[in-house]
């Protein structure tokens, strides 16, 4: 096992990992920019080095800076927590190169998942579904209708030189299609001078469910079951949860075993999430890999009981899973609010600064991830989660009872946060009734958002 | 670590304490004591019999130490120097060299006069040696670090006395 | 909520506190001490022999409202009379009777010229009904709850005017 | 279900009560002395009354208050929490005489249970071991001496006249017996003018064990397995845990079983302890029953997934128990540290007062019970808990290393607490083997206590 480790990242998954350290036997070695000077969370720390200025490109993504550190500071192994360098595979190689484990999975799966295309045929030869779509551009119509209709209505005319969601066009019959065509061509042409479109099955108010997966360097690969993470903000995770409610357990089941398939093709290990479309039929999708540990672990942590920042850290140490899947038993239901410094009334403009009072909630089926105290700095430059509040009941009726109870029991003065929206989230009946998507957000506080 | 309170630009706006004090005088005020949120402004006057108030258990910005938690190799915020100094400090993260190559004369010794263009010492990060400058003018009165010692970003490395 | 402190327009108004020193020195005040929310204004005047109000500890023991949960009958502490007066409260919980039996006139009025053994009015609590006296002298000059209102352990019932 | 309950306690179990009214949609009055006015917890109840002066005997304790209260809040039940009323069979029966659901066990199993001789008659009935001893007064030395052969020694002898330790002789072998009666008669009589004595089996470093019981109004009575209290200070109980470490699991079985009997031949419901003695060759005997719930409950919750609160308040409305023994599947590590307002370095001092900075911990596996925030007072009036730190993790190793992390990360100033004893003890190898017993306190800080 590792003797030291140093945590390439800030927040409150730096502390998460010191935790796990603590807990462990093993010293950590935070790095910091100066914009986290003093943070509390870093004395926790046994180590902790200054790295750069506030700006993320010469401190936290500086790679050369978080090298020399972690030489002067002799670790053995560096986890890059979530954002930041925690998917970059150049990173991971320096890392091998200089002979300190990466606490991640291998640069390899993380080129093989890191492309869209080449993860989406390698989803395909695994076996798993991915969203229906042509396979390169439309050139005739003719080709167009025959896809349509196999792939069946809605789908979507996406242009090829647009993007974040610029030059699409959603058909929503037959009859539509020719000239939708016609008009998305012409669009492109004259908005990126690149008239050619490709075509996609257009899943209809989506939600989104991912597979925590955990394996070893010896080949095994399990699933910790799903989360639904379809309460969204512009792809902004807002809630998470599991088990994904109003999801048969066929296809949960499914989608699990979907996503071990393709771990285990990409040559997978460490923890990571695959993530997919499900849609109103309950047919799944594969997105893509997130090739790290993710905000929303603890989620899976209080459902499982299993610590994924500890085995990530022993997977790297080349210890092997310590369970096999049928160890693995989901229990109850877990919630997670990210609380975020940032107003939901005024268009979630984010609202770092000085937090004047700080009063956290506790008591039964309360889980509190957080670096603030009474007393911190938001500080203006990094995201901006300042905790996150999750709760753990045997029933979802009751989890969301409990995180009712737990967000109004919170108290935070001086910044703005997300804790107003996610009490009408707990209240709303949608929510309540399991059936949301990723544009209920949108939809429901259009006027606020 | 350093207190918050320090690195802001200006913790106490005199302008508004005299014009207190002036009111105070003019009124025969014994105290005043203003707060907003963190802020507190506390002023008394004459009599010394005025009981001080016992000043306020909420101290601004107060560094958490767990008590028991190991503390390492804490390194300090730099400090302020004792004259009008200048300090140079490491522009980045890495081990520090006081000479071009073992055996050479150091770039720098206590009484060097610096220019801008000076180069003072290496840094070396991953195998790659930077040359740090001077970036001021002066006589170097202090080296702050060993040779081959690790220096963070932002550590002090020499102090420049530009007047000497 | 509030946000950072630097950022908000005006820490303390000076006009404000001007204009409380005016109060005060016209009036003779020897102390303000105001507060709204985070923002407190404390001024004292004159002889050393005021009492030092003693600072809030209180800051110290905010009211945690969770500002959704809902405040059904939270009874506020017993505000200050505004004169010298004299508050009967009472000495346990349940319901005030203002008189003797349904059909009698209450005990005492607004008006009443109460001594310390003067019964005041009745308080039953588990169908027993205790007679509760003045112990004060003076003239009812406020009856404070309606009859059959409950009332908590030191609810004020009366004010007693001890020198009219 | 209950529309309205009032909760005729304080502190941590009061705030504990609230919250488990919040998640069941229960409003909840508290009722609080004028030492406990502005306490924050207050304010999360619905409804707040003052019921009288600090003192405990005209607020917390003073029954036509705390009914009076109850009757005009218009409440269907009181919650009496631990302490104070708790356990007073005569509340019980005045509750039920106002036609007020009292949320705890029926008056007649209290009046069982409460006195010491019948209960042990009662366990003795229902085949639980009790302490074996002498069933009144020894009168003859041969009756002693066959008594002693057949419990075997060391055996105890106390003067029925002692109390509290005084008037106690431990006698280990035969051969000192007899002198030994004549000394402790002797002693007796000068002591207290009554030199009657009575001889028990003396338990030597005993473990304390205790099983928790559930019980529902239709005569199911279930357990939800031990806790190991045995960390105690001159009986109070500092640390618990559960699973009983060592404790063969056959015993183990034994026990709640024996718990479950004796509960069910005094008709019991509601939650109960029944507390053991185990001595060193893990047999155990019959103490008593706290029939109420206990401070150390939440221990038991995090190992089963049982909220044992919500359960009294569903047993007490009619509500049969939604869960059989076979149900009750006891899983992982709980620990249990009291942080108490008192300062062990000093003889374990009373130390309340303003709480001048709170920051405590969080993370995977932590819950933490608590009435304090950041500028509360501590009275001086009541006992000295003031937060209760609780870990759950797979292992009891991984519970110590998480308990000695939040220990270390918990920051208290203003009052003096338990957390560095605590922070001693997670440490200590006796206690890291599991093998401390109810004496390991005093013999091991015996200079500091």
Known sequence: ??????????????????????????ESVAVYSEADRGAPYLQLADQSICIGPAIATESYLKIPRLISAAEAADVQAIHPGYGFLSENAHFAE???????????????????????????????KAGVPVVPGSEGLIEKDEEALALAREMGFPVLIKAAAGGGGRGMRVIREEAALLSGLRAARQEAESAFKDGSVYLEKYIEQPRHVEVQLLGDRLGN?????????????????????????????SVRKKICESAVRLAKAAGYYSAGTCEFLVDKQNRFYFIEVNARIQVEHPVTELVTGVDLVKAQIRVAAGEPLPFAQRDIVHRGCAIECRINAED??????????????????????VRLDTHAVA???????????????????PTRADAIACMRRALDEFIIEGIHTTIPLHREIMRHPAFQAGQVDTTFIERTWQKKG | MADDASTQPNPFDLQTIEQLV?????????????????????????????TPAPLPAVTANPAPVALSAPKATETPPPASPPRQLIEIKSPTVGTFYAQEKPGSPPYVTVGSRVTPTTIVCQIEAMKVFN??????????????????????????????????
């Open chain 1, 344 to 365: 939901p009334a005024s268009h979630f403009r984010p609202s770092p600064g000085l937090i004047t009072r700080w009063q956290p909630p506790g008591g039964p089926g």
């Open chain 2, 22 to 50: 002036a009111l105070m005088s003019k009124h025969d005020l014994s105290e005043i004591d203003l707060r907003q949120g963190e802020q507190r402004i506390c002023l008394r006057r004459g009599g010394a019999s005025a």
């Open chain 1, 221 to 249: 690969v399990i699933h910790l079951w799903e989360r639904d993470c379809s309460l969204q903000r512009r792809h902004q995770k807002l809630v998470e949860e599991s088990p994904a409610p109003n999801l048969p357990d």
């Open chain 1, 94 to 124: 320096v890392c091998r190169d200089c002979k300190i484990e990466f606490i991640g999975p291998p640069p390899e799966a993380m080129h093989r998942l890191g492309n869209k295309n080449e993860a989406r045929k390698l989803a395909q």
């Open chain 1, 1 to 26: 096992m590792f003797q030291r480790i140093l945590i390439a990242n800030r927040g409150e998954i730096a502390l998460r990992i010191i935790r796990a350290c603590k807990e462990m036997g093993i």
């Open chain 1, 375 to 393: 007393g911190y700095r938001v500080p203006p430059n990094y995201d901006s989660l300042v905790a996150k509040l999750l709760v753990y009941q």
């Open chain 2, 131 to 164: 040359e740090i400058t001077a970036d001021c003018s002066g006589v170097v009165v202090e080296v702050c670090v060993q040779n081959k010692e690790f220096v963070e970003y932002g550590t002090v490395l020499f102090r420049v006395d530009p007047n000497a």
